[in-house]
Structures are given as structure tokens and as C-alpha cells.
């Protein structure tokens, strides 16, 4: 079963604005990171905050993560044509196989 | 170089073939991955390698047979796929990986092999 569940599932927003897009998940993890992905290409790594973190930086992105509400948001200000793209949570958990599971993703598509 | 190079880029076979999709990295990776991404789906994990063994097997069918020749390698062997075996096969390349006490830490992933079965 996915353990990353996001929402929205497509968001659509002009070019300038700010977009957020929320992931849950359901066990406890170690880590979570951001994925983008290109329509039918690899997928290419975009932030990875740890458990005992609550908001990280990069660039344009902030991710914030409630480990109590067991909820993970990522926000792209002042969005670019360039930005359009999949993005996926994807969770690190505890167990006796430590795995990645990506969630179900969030097509995002910036008009211009 | 910080790069996961992928081979064939496409791919057709048919059920009764035998194939080999490659991925390298040279990045001193020792953590290699492979996912299968259908349409409009997120990647599922295959396998993962750790310093050259197999850690990880998510209950993949026998005719995915993956092989880790060195650190920088990572091959699936295929033989008698099914259609619903068509997809993107992923490559991924992290740090360190496996294990409970360690973080996977990022992926770097390769531009995928974009496999049909008729």
C-alpha cells in the first residue's frame, strides 16, 4: 500500500503565483524528500528534511514537516513554466528493510 | 560526474525474448536501485544493492532477475515478460543504503529504459 498520500493530485496555477502541495504518511519514518519529475523522465531530487527538522530552504522551495500530524507540505514560490512537472513525497521509515516509498504524486502545470 | 546513465533508452521485446537493461554511475555510490513507474503512477521499488549485494526484493517475479557486477553497475536481465510488465524501469544511485540504522540519504536517478512487451 502507498504509504505517501498527496494532494492535490493535479494542480493548475499561472506562472508568478505560489504553489503548495501536501503529502501524508501513515508510519512513523526517518526522513522524507521531494521528487520532480519531468513527463516521462527520471526523477530528480529536490529536498530531504529529517525527522527532528520542521521547515528546510532551498531556493525557491520550503518543505515543512508535522511529524505529529504525520504530514509533509512542499511550496514553489513565484512559480516558473519551467516548474511544471510530477512532484512525489517520498518516505524513508523504520523497519526491518528501510526502504524509499513514494507517494502518489502532484502534476503541477503553470500557465504562462 | 554526477550522472546514472541508463541503456537502451527504449526497448521492444516480445514475451518469449531475453534482454538486459544496464545502468552505471560513477558516483562511489554503493547503494543501486531499480523501480518500475507506470503511467501516471509513482515508482515502486524492485531491488536495491548495497555494497554489491541484493538487500532488498519487493516479492519481484522471476523473470526480473537483477546483478550487480560491480559498484558502478547495475543490471535487470528480462525473460519472459508479460504486456503488463511494459513501463519505465528506473535506475537510482544513493550514497549509502540498507540496513536500519542508515538514512538512504537522496537518489539520483537515470533517465529510465522505456520497456514494451507485445
Known amino acids: 500500500s502507498q504509504q505517501g498520500e498527496e494532494d492535490p493530485q493535479a494542480l493548475s496555477i499561472q506562472e508568478g503565483e505560489n504553489a503548495t502541495m501536501n503529502c501524508s504518511y501513515k508510519?512513523?519514518?526517518?526522513?522524507l524528500q521531494w521528487y520532480r519529475q519531468n513527463s516521462g523522465r527520471g526523477l530528480v531530487h529536490l529536498i530531504l528534511i529529517r525527522s527532528n527538522e520542521r521547515e528546510k530552504h532551498s531556493g525557491r522551495l520550503r518543505v515543512t514537516l508535522d511529524t505529529s500530524k504525520k504530514s509533509s507540505s512542499l511550496l514553489i514560490t513565484a512559480s516558473r513554466a519551467a516548474d511544471t512537472a510530477s512532484y512525489f513525497c517520498a518516505t524513508e521509515r523504520w523497519s526491518s528493510a528501510s526502504k524509499i516509498i513514494f507517494g502518489s504524486g502532484t502534476r503541477l502545470s503553470i500557465r504562462p | 560526474d554526477t550522472e546514472v546513465t541508463q541503456t537502451p533508452k527504449h526497448l521492444v521485446m516480445g514475451m518469449t525474448n531475453k534482454k538486459s537493461l544496464k545502468c552505471e554511475q560513477h558516483m562511489g555510490h554503493r547503494a543501486m536501485y531499480w523501480y518500475k513507474q507506470k503511467a501516471k503512477k509513482p515508482p515502486e521499488l524492485m531491488f536495491v544493492y548495497s555494497y554489491e549485494k541484493l538487500s532488498i526484493n519487493e516479492s519481484v517475479p522471476s523473470r526480473f532477475s537483477p546483478e550487480c557486477p560491480n559498484s558502478s553497475l547495475l543490471n535487470l536481465h528480462l525473460h519472459a515478460l508479460q504486456p503488463e510488465d511494459s513501463a519505465l524501469y528506473l535506475c537510482?544511485?544513493?550514497?549509502?543504503?540498507?540496513?536500519?540504522?542508515?538514512?538512504?540519504?537522496?537518489?539520483?536517478f537515470g533517465p529510465g529504459t522505456r520497456l514494451t512487451v507485445l
Open positions: 537510482a544511485s544513493s550514497q549509502e543504503g540498507g540496513g536500519q540504522a542508515k538514512s538512504y540519504n537522496e537518489q539520483f
Open positions: 508510519t512513523s519514518i526517518n526522513n
